[in-house]
């Protein structure tokens, strides 16, 4: 993607469409953003610099040249990263809980035994299969292949 910003959503469970199967494996990993490691930078409260303005969030992927950026509510934003800059002043307490989850999703690597909590939270244990920008396809103990959010997922 080039360094104009973009926003997207993280899916809600209000307005998702629900297929009548399962998804395939590449359908779980597209939908959590495509298979992808992320910097030491997740988990990093910023500001985006905008034209006029500056919006608070948390980094929650980074590569080389850009930052996927929680800005609220399950909403990201795609920027270049020098649009970013360390946040500074008071930020929006609700960014806290989701830096905490990103910088711990950024630690887990592939292979790693975690435990994760299912949509209704309920708490199982699988191993992380495949990294992605917004989460990982993790290996129930029955065998199933999930996507699970980063916000869900941590070591066992």
């Known amino acids: ?27 779980a990993r597209a939908s959590l953003g495509g298979r992808a490691s992320t910097s030491s930078e997740a988990g990093a409260l910023v500001q985006v ?25 399950g909403r990201l934003r795609r920027v270049a990263a020098a649009s970013c800059v360390h946040a500074e002043g008071p930020i929006d ?8 989850d990103a910088a711990r999703f950024a630690a887990l690597s592939e292979g790693t035994r975690v435990r994760y ?22 290996e129930s103990s029955a065998g199933r292949v999930l996507a699970v959010s980063f916000r869900r997922i941590e070591r066992a």
């Open 93 to 100: 307490p609700a960014l806290a809980p989701v830096a905490v």
């Open 1 to 27: 993607m080039s360094s104009d910003r973009s926003r997207f959503h993280l899916p809600t469970f209000g307005a998702v469409h629900v297929p009548m199967r399962a998804p395939t494996v590449d359908e």
């Open 117 to 138: 909590r299912d949509r209704i939270g309920v708490a199982h244990e699988g191993t992380l299969v495949e990294k992605c920008r917004y989460g990982a396809l993790v």
């Open 49 to 73: 610099i905008e034209a006029s303005s500056r919006v608070a969030g948390v980094i929650v992927f980074a590569s080389a040249d850009e930052r996927d950026v929680w800005i609220g509510e």
